[in-house]
Each structure stands twice: as structure tokens, then as C-alpha cells.
């Protein structure tokens, strides 16, 4: 699946994945997450950045991303701390 989700970014967003990486990470982790149904929503919350992944892999508009530091699964983090969730979306939004 891995070489499928990297086919995909590059054949749709190679020419346009910028305003994926400044600023819109969060709707391009919602689009793979919707093409490829295994991925979740991930935060890393030291770079601020929101990824799609299945734990071990995790992809944002460039394609794999090289973790230095551990993401936080989006849902966990709705459930640990609704507050900070809407904190975090809203931030990347905006």
C-alpha cells in the first residue's frame, strides 16, 4: 500500500502540494485519509503538522514523511483533550 499512497501524491499534487504544506496539512491527511481508508489523522505536535498514517508510515504532500518526533493520533488527543483538538484544527485552518 505504501507505493500506491506515494504513486498518489505524486501523480495528483506533485505540480500543487505547497498550499498542502503551508498552512492546509490537516485537509490533505483528510484526502489521503478518504482515498486510502487504512490511514488515520496524526499530529506531531513538536513541528505542528498533521499527517496521515497507520502507525508506522505516515505521508503528508511530499510524500513519506521522516518522523522526528512521535505524532499523536487525532482521535487520542479528542479524546484526551477536546479543547486542545479544536485548538490544533482550528490553527491549521486558519
Not at 505524486?10 to 490511514?39: H, T
Not at 505536535?45 to 499523536?72: C, M, S, T, W
Amino acid at each position: 500500500m505504501k507505493n500506491q499512497i506515494e504513486d498518489f501524491i505524486v501523480r495528483r499534487f506533485q505540480d500543487n502540494n505547497m498550499s498542502f504544506i503551508e498552512g492546509n496539512c490537516y485537509y490533505f491527511a483528510i484526502i489521503l485519509c478518504d482515498r486510502f481508508p487504512k490511514l488515520k489523522i496524526y499530529y506531531e505536535p513538536v513541528e505542528g503538522h498533521f499527517l496521515a498514517g497507520d502507525g508506522i508510515n505516515f505521508y503528508d504532500a511530499n510524500g513519506k514523511y521522516d518522523l522526528r518526533f512521535q505524532p499523536k493520533l487525532l482521535e487520542e488527543i479528542q479524546k484526551e483533550d477536546p479543547l486542545w483538538a479544536k485548538r490544533i484544527r482550528k490553527s491549521c485552518i486558519i
